[in-house]
């Protein structure tokens, strides 16, 4: 029978005040998709701290790392720098199931009400750590967790083979003339991808790619699509104010990534709706004994928008400079 702990993990919601980090605060002070995604990773942390299970001890005496392998997180209200946000986690793991889920909402007031924010759909392992110079002694998991421990996150399938290495090194940038890798990854694409060697800060437990760094990767991608577009983001905001704006992000995991593995990273966009609103497609790939692994894929949709009188914010349309711009062509001369 599962121990205290594993219950109310798995049946218990719990609530806690957190403040966005300051470094979210790229543009004004409004906080961007990343650091509201951080926020609710924290939140999935704390509500395992208050079960009785901290993540850190999870580690440390079992040998079982926590990782979050999925994140949707839908945003309807910007939050900003000086939010105190109030994140209710409630656990939504179905009998049977090997993934731990979970809903979380993020609240803030807004004129003395409270407003609903963001609401987040998180699923997390527990991954062991085989490594026995690292774990050498090591307790049994709580009863009441096995089914969602794995030995290895995700594992896709290998898929199609890739050309021969030249023995030339792209790290981050380069363009695909440069990387047979990459040119066949963006062939048919309305597409932008680098190459990017993993490096420790994106990493966890001594050698995996954590959610965390998937979500840098995202917000990159964008900026360099974008400058690659030649609608880079200071461009539009010297010209017109005009910010990038996020209401949807989603990332899967779907296999591991290691340290200083060679990443592939392809940010495609799919749709434009009604002039206001585009979702582009994030996939991730290593090459390993010469095939494509894809290792993650997500979406993202963005807007533009302008603040007006330091925090008042609203939407506006995509111009025919954009619209060619996010289409791949020529934009019609003025």
Do not use: C
């Not at 095939?291 to 928008?305: C, D, E, K, N, R």
Request: aromatic share 8%; charged share 25%; hydrophobic share 40%.
């Amino acid at each position: 029978m599962p121990d205290n702990s594993v219950k109310s993990l798995l049946n218990e919601p719990t609530t806690v005040v957190l403040s966005p980090g300051y470094e979210g605060a790229n543009i004004g002070t409004i906080i961007g998709f990343k650091h509201v995604n951080y926020l609710v990773e924290k939140a999935v942390i704390e509500h395992f701290r208050r079960s009785g299970l901290p993540v850190g001890r999870l580690y440390e005496q079992h040998g079982l790392g926590f990782d979050i392998t999925g994140i949707d997180s839908r945003l309807q209200t910007a939050l900003v720098v000086d939010d105190q946000a109030s994140l209710e986690v409630v656990p939504t793991t179905a009998e049977g199931a090997d993934t731990l889920s979970f809903k979380v909402t993020i609240t803030v007031e807004r004129d003395g009400a409270v407003k609903k924010a963001v609401v987040s759909k998180v699923l997390a392992r527990l991954r062991r750590d085989d490594n026995d110079v690292r774990m050498l002694r090591r307790l049994p998991v709580p009863e009441g967790l096995e089914a969602f421990v794995t030995d290895r996150i995700g594992g896709a399938s290998p898929g199609p083979a890739v050309p021969e290495a030249d023995g030339d090194t792209l790290l981050s940038g380069g363009s695909a003339e440069t990387d047979a890798v990459l040119e066949q990854l963006l062939a048919g694409r309305n597409a932008y991808g680098w190459k990017f060697r993993i490096p420790y800060p994106y990493v966890h437990f001594f050698d995996r790619l954590q959610m965390s760094g998937y979500l840098r990767l995202m917000e990159e991608a964008k900026h360099r699509f974008v400058d690659a577009r030649g609608i880079s983001i200071r461009e539009l905001l010297a010209e017109r104010n005009w910010i990038p704006a996020v209401t949807h992000s989603r990332v899967t995991l779907l296999d591991e990534a290691l340290l200083e593995e060679d990443l592939y990273v392809v940010y495609t966009v799919e749709d434009v709706f009604k002039n206001l609103l585009y979702t582009s497609r994030l996939d991730t790939y290593v090459v390993r004994d010469g095939h494509l692994v894809q290792t993650s894929t997500g979406t993202i949709t963005h807007a533009y928008g302008v603040v007006e009188n330091g925090s008042e914010g609203r939407l506006v349309t995509f111009d025919d400079r954009v619209l060619a711009a996010l289409a791949g062509k020529t934009a019609p001369a003025a």
